[in-house]
């Protein structure tokens, strides 16, 4: 039979994304068939998967760690903010609806149905199922109707372990103050806790885990220390992008309001030699950049509007004009532009705006989602490039008979007349390592990185510090049969 349990935190960013990552990658060692679960998530960056869907990233990078291809059913409820009170909702990796918070609140016992439906056909396939939480359930104003914590833990019968983070300060209060606030019944499904992200000398806090031990009455699965690596890993949440000091070559990435799919990033920021500076607002994009990296957009007019509003426009037009590079990707691509139509209103009012006219392309804001796992041609090279589309609208011009992908017969991407500024759909690309060698390369840097390699390696290396620091013979332990059968 199936066994699940689920990883809740005490606080939003607790770490549940990158502790479920090392334990599925610690289970499969062990020799488990383990699968990743996460019933609502909201980040707008997505991985599309298998069966032709998106997911959140962080369930993709679950799925790598578990040695399982990413499916829609490990994440069946997907939010994309598009704007401070509304998102795109998708359901079993589909476009479902756009919502406002309240009328997603209305929407929840409805979706319930597809989160419990997709939580049991994967259970079909593994021997354990680890289930991420969203935020927190002490949050309990978000009680009623909840599908991503207690909620879901209730009618799926799993038992939940609670994670606090001690880098914030004030553990304590969180987990045992998780506890007061909570339901008997909803207390009554947490059977442990662990800490995560203490600095130091972890026998400091004994008695600090003793008081949560004592004052709880769970037992505890570890302190878990710091991970310095986390960085190798693809990151999901939009605050965990951070700069990376590496080498001479810098690529500046201006950090966009509604910044979507930036895991294009994390290959460059791995590389030694390569320093991603991100560029927040209020602040000039550097002088000094080697290549300006405009990232994809869940709003592309808005966030347009916003380049603007901080003058990037301006320290842009003075980069090219100093003999600069300029790569735009998706969302970036259509920024590059000389105009963005939106006749049915798809980001807002319908509307036709002028783009910042580095590229001689037009787009056309279109209803239907482009999404796939593509394989491309890298026509400088001829090297091949795997990544994925997840884009609306529809990109043409005269720059673009520069293309300088291929995908199949098709043509992908533009370029300006001296090749300085490109832009393309094409996610993920720099995690090619022939492409990323090439493309940096051609700047006058070069490649010294295996990428996936890399990510692998990081993973075992975060499954031993789990081995090392928390009790998994007990987490398994404490885990529940689901009812389902494992076909594995």
């Avoid at 590229?359 to 090279?381: C, I, S």
């Avoid at 017969?409 to 370029?415: F, K, L, S």
Wanted: a negative charge.
């Amino acid at each position: 039979m199936t066994r699940a349990i689920m990883i809740q935190g005490a606080g939003s960013n607790v770490g549940k994304s990158m502790l479920v990552a090392g334990l599925a990658r610690a289970y499969v060692r062990r020799g488990l068939d383990v699968a990743p679960f996460k019933p609502q998530n909201m980040s707008n960056n997505a991985a599309v998967t298998v069966d032709g869907g998106e997911i959140g990233r962080a369930q993709a990078l679950q799925a790598i760690a578990a040695r399982r291809a990413p499916h829609t059913d490990m994440n069946p409820v997907l939010l994309k903010p598009e704007t401070d009170i509304g998102a795109q909702v998708i359901v079993q990796g589909r476009r479902h609806s756009t919502l406002r918070a309240r009328e997603y609140a209305r929407a929840k016992p409805q979706l319930l149905a597809s989160v419990l439906e997709s939580f049991h056909r994967l259970s079909g396939t593994a021997d354990l199922v680890l289930i991420e939480g969203a935020g927190s359930p002490a949050e309990i104003n978000l009680r009623d109707g909840d599908i991503a914590n207690m909620g879901f833990a209730e009618v799926a019968g799993v038992p939940v372990i609670l994670v606090g983070d001690i880098d914030r300060g004030g553990v304590i209060a969180q987990v045992v103050g998780t506890q007061a606030v909570l339901s008997r019944a909803d207390a009554a499904r947490i059977k442990g806790f662990a800490v995560n992200k203490f600095r130091g000398d972890v026998s400091l806090f004994d008695d600090g885990l003793q008081e949560i031990v004592t004052r709880t009455g769970w037992p505890s699965l570890g302190v878990v220390p710091w991970f310095a690596e986390a960085w190798r890993l693809p990151a999901e949440d939009v605050m965990d992008i951070a700069s990376t000091q590496g080498g001479a070559f810098k690529v500046a990435v201006p950090r966009l309001g509604r910044i979507a799919n930036f895991d294009d990033l994390d290959p460059l920021s791995s590389e030694p030699g390569v320093t991603v500076e991100i560029i927040e607002p209020g602040r000039p994009l550097p002088g000094d950049a080697d290549l300006v990296l405009i990232p994809g957009s869940k709003s592309t007019i808005a966030d347009l509007a916003r380049f603007r509003s901080n003058g990037w426009d301006i320290d842009l037009t003075a980069h090219i004009r100093r003999g600069g590079h300029v790569l735009g990707v998706c969302g970036g691509y259509q920024m590059l532009g000389s105009r963005i139509d939106d006749p049915d209103g798809i980001e807002g009012p319908p509307a036709s705006v002028a783009g910042l006219g580095h590229l001689d392309v037009v787009t056309v804001m279109k209803p239907e989602k482009h999404l796939a796992l593509t394989q491309a041609t890298y026509l400088e090279t001829g090297d091949t490039v795997e990544g994925y589309e997840i884009h609306l609208g529809e990109t043409s011009g005269p720059d673009c008979v520069r293309a300088w992908l291929r995908v199949g017969d098709r043509p992908e991407g533009a370029a300006s007349s001296d090749g300085n500024v490109r832009g393309a759909y094409l996610h993920g690309l720099f995690a090619s390592d022939p492409f990323r060698a090439a493309f940096l390369a051609g700047l006058g840097s070069r490649s010294d990185l295996s990428y996936g390699a890399d990510v692998e390696a990081t993973l075992d290396r975060l499954a031993d510090h789990l081995e090392r620091h928390m009790d998994l013979d007990l987490m398994l332990s404490l885990s529940a049969q689901t009812g389902v059968q494992s076909n594995s």
